[in-house]
């Protein structure tokens, strides 16, 4: 999953979207994304994640179940 993110975070399988209740730590500007670590599973991993701090670069924010 990180692989998918690092090369392509609009990889279909990480269903990436943006996410709206965490603040951007970088930029207050810019965008937060939730993407999928896994899918139909209980406790199913997500990924927070926003990019910068540099240009090209992905900062993860956090890995947590969904509940």
């Given at each position: 999953?990180?692989?998918?993110?690092?090369?392509?975070?609009?990889h279909?399988?990480?269903?990436?979207?943006?996410?709206?209740?965490?603040?951007?730590?970088f930029?207050?500007?810019?965008?937060?994304?939730?993407?999928?670590?896994?899918?139909?599973?209980?406790?199913?991993?997500?990924?927070?994640?926003?990019?910068?701090?540099?240009?090209?670069?992905?900062?993860?924010?956090?890995?947590?179940?969904?509940?």
């Open positions: 999953m990180i692989r998918y993110l690092q090369e392509n975070p609009r279909p399988s990480l269903q990436t979207h943006a996410f709206h209740s965490l603040e951007h730590p930029d207050s500007a810019a965008k937060v994304f939730e993407a999928y670590a896994q899918n139909r599973t209980p406790g199913a991993h997500r990924v927070f994640w926003c990019y910068g701090p540099e240009a090209g670069m992905i900062t993860i924010l956090a890995i947590t179940p969904h509940p």
